[in-house]
């Protein structure tokens, strides 16, 4: 009886630890334009990448994978990463973005030990990929302190 026991609060507790809980929402805009909204789930409220987090976003209108890519490449210049190191994981995403349309949704799940999983509509693997720092490369797009979107960013954590 109390390894039973003992067996039920460890599964209990592994349940516990893999629940992620939303920390905040915002909307992308570009002029007057809605983009996409986001939402930004996480294992405890932090903005290290020492933790499991998961975006989601949610496209309010069509964009082409093209210009997905291309705006990729530009945030990561923004953020910070050297020409060599784009060069470097840009392969890793080349042709990996589909169009977009009002309504569709991307899921990007984070791992500190895993690395990274992209999805489109819960079905079309994207991306994936076991290099950690590729994947903080890209959730840095949007949660990184030198993001483009500041606004976005803090509301994602929670903050604004």
Same mark, same amino acid.
């Given at each position: &009886? ?7 609060? &460890?599964?209990?507790? /592994?349940?516990? =630890?893999?629940?992620?809980? #939303? ?7 570009? *002029?007057?334009? +809605?983009?996409?909204?986001? %939402?930004?789930?996480? !294992?405890? %409220? ?6 499991? *987090?998961?975006? !989601? @976003? $949610?496209?309010?209108? $069509? #964009? ?10 530009? !945030?990561?210049k923004g953020i910070g990463l050297s020409e060599e190191r784009i060069n470097a994981i840009k392969p890793l995403?080349?042709? +990996? ?9 991307? @899921? ?10 992209? /999805? ?6 994207? @991306?994936?990929? $076991? ?7 890209? &959730?840095? @797009?949007? *949660?990184?302190?030198?993001? $483009? !979107?500041?606004?976005?960013? =803090? ?6």
């Open positions: &009886m109390k390894i039973l026991i003992l067996c039920l609060m &460890m599964t209990a507790q /592994v349940v516990h =630890a893999n629940k992620l809980q #939303l920390l905040g929402e915002g909307r992308l805009t570009f *002029l007057f334009f +809605k983009v996409y909204d986001a %939402k930004l789930f996480a !294992e405890k %409220k932090s903005t290290e990448f020492d933790q499991k *987090l998961r975006l !989601e @976003i $949610s496209y309010l209108r $069509s #964009l082409k994978g093209d210009d997905i890519y291309d705006r990729t490449l530009t !945030e990561w995403i080349k042709d +990996k973005f589909p169009n977009v349309d009002d309504g569709d949704q991307i @899921i990007a799940e984070y791992d500190p030990v895993d690395g990274l999983k992209v /999805v489109l509509n819960k079905k079309k693997v994207l @991306i994936t990929s $076991s290099d950690v720092t590729f994947a903080k490369d890209f &959730m840095g @797009i949007w *949660l990184s302190p030198e993001t $483009s !979107e500041k606004k976005l960013r =803090a509301k994602l954590f929670g903050v604004e």
